[in-house]
């Protein structure tokens, strides 16, 4: 493979010396045989070609994903297990590990390990992976730990976006629609100031896990006020802000979607990093209630999502590779026009019951975005709870006020199920 990464790769990517990894941990409970660790870590490798690439930022046209026939194993660090919180500490570690070594794989594993429970940290740089890829890695590896004989269906990347386009698409017509971007993005991001006046700060991730009895209320609540999870934890969030943050809030959430349920050729297994996203808004109406903020949320996003073109969008992004440095420096340096970007991954299908080991839990994705604004909400549900993490900058948001914003989304969230319930 010789391929360009993509624009929103490239972004990901920021630069040679800036990490920005995704750490996605599981609570293991039982025993773990190193060597089915190292098997399980080495079909995956074999399985999945990102994982046998290097990032070469020297050819001219780059940066590109090369296949690397000299690359390592994915390396595992040993670390002893001394409290439950161990997995915080050492997500917090691989945020600013650079993959720069020589032969040094896109992938690497923390084993954080005692006698009778461990946590497996998967750590990958966010250029080659979105969440649906971080959860079918870890499913794979905990499948193979526990099995380490199955075989595991290698596929073959492709070597340009161009080979992810349908018949249908019009290529002749995008072009020149692609050329048109390229002036107006050019334009855009050359009137935009890049100067960053704010440091470094200091990143943090806030974590907390709701009881089944909650989590189930919550699904059940949102069904039967014809709306749904994710639209109600956007107003609770959007909610907190308004509340916490005052004339500061925006009033604005950002949505990732997952890609693949628009391009089929990206499969549910395939190593992916963009996320198409959708921004969504309270109604300005304050007479409006929770639950009709809810119902207007979750019509706003199907609506955007029925409009979406991903593959438009995918096509014209490859127009902007000349204005992506100052994209980055835009990121770094503006405040954003949002109050946080929530990624809802839904329930986790990973098996809880294997042969040797059981999965007690696992902890929502951590990343540290060198954004200025890094805001970010990631939740998960696993065995009937939901988990959440959320992380930013104390340059954009101190760790406290964040505090406060998960309290009072969280008050407001079980105050309203508990007003409809009664209802």
């Known amino acids: 493979m010789k391929r360009k ?15 920005l990894n995704c750490v996605f941990t599981v609570k293991i409970v039982g025993s773990i045989n190193p060597e089915n660790l190292h098997i399980a870590l080495t079909k995956v490798q074999q399985k999945h070609p990102l994982l046998r690439v290097r990032i070469d930022e020297e050819q001219e046209g780059g940066p590109y994903f090369i296949t690397n026939k000299h690359v390592r194993s994915i390396p595992i660090r040993i670390t002893e297990r001394l409290t439950d919180d161990d997995w915080l500490k050492e997500s917090k570690t691989e945020w600013y590990k650079l993959f720069d070594g020589d032969n040094v794989p896109l992938a690497r594993v923390v084993w954080i390990r005692s006698a009778s429970v461990s946590e497996l940290l998967l750590v990958m ?5 979105d969440g649906g890829t971080c959860a079918a890695l870890l499913g794979e590896i905990l499948s193979l730990l526990d099995n380490p004989e199955q075989e595991l269906d290698t596929y073959t990347s492709f070597n340009s976006v161009q080979e992810l386009m349908p018949e249908s698409f019009d290529i002749a017509k995008n072009k020149r629609k692609g050329r048109i971007y390229s002036f107006l993005g050019r334009l855009f991001f050359l009137l935009k100031s890049t100067r960053n006046k704010f440091g470094s700060g200091r990143n943090y991730a806030i974590h907390w896990k709701l009881d089944e009895e909650q989590t189930v209320a919550i699904a059940e609540t949102s069904k039967n006020a014809g709306t749904t999870i994710h639209a109600v934890l956007c107003v609770a969030f959007l909610k907190a802000f308004q509340e916490v943050r005052g ?12 890609i693949r349920r628009f391009i089929p050729a990206i499969k549910p297994d395939t190593m992916f990093a963009f996320a198409p996203i959708v921004e969504l808004t309270l109604d300005k109406d304050h007479n409006k209630g929770f639950w009709e903020q809810a119902r207007k949320i979750k019509t706003d996003l199907t609506a955007k999502i029925e409009t979406m073109n991903a593959y438009e969008m995918l096509w014209m992004g490859e127009y902007m590779h000349k204005t992506v440095k100052r994209m980055i420096g835009f990121l770094k340096t503006t405040d954003g026009s949002h109050d946080v970007t929530l990624s809802n991954m839904g329930r986790l299908t990973i098996p809880e019951k294997y042969n040797s080991f059981e999965v007690e839990t696992i902890y929502s994705p951590t990343v540290a975005f060198p954004w200025r604004n890094p805001n970010t909400l990631v ?3 696993f065995k009937n709870r939901m988990d959440f993490t959320f992380m930013s900058n104390d340059n954009f948001l101190e760790e406290a006020e964040a505090l406060k914003i998960k309290a009072a989304a969280m008050e407001l969230l079980f105050a309203n199920l508990q007003q409809l319930s009664h209802a």
């Open 5 to 19: 990464l993509m624009m929103v790769e490239r972004i990901m990517h920021v630069d040679a010396s800036t990490p």
């Open 125 to 129: 740089p966010h250029c080659v992976c």
């Open 247 to 258: 004339v500061k809030a925006r009033g604005k959430v950002i949505s990732p979607v997952d």
């Open 379 to 381: 939740a998960t549900t």
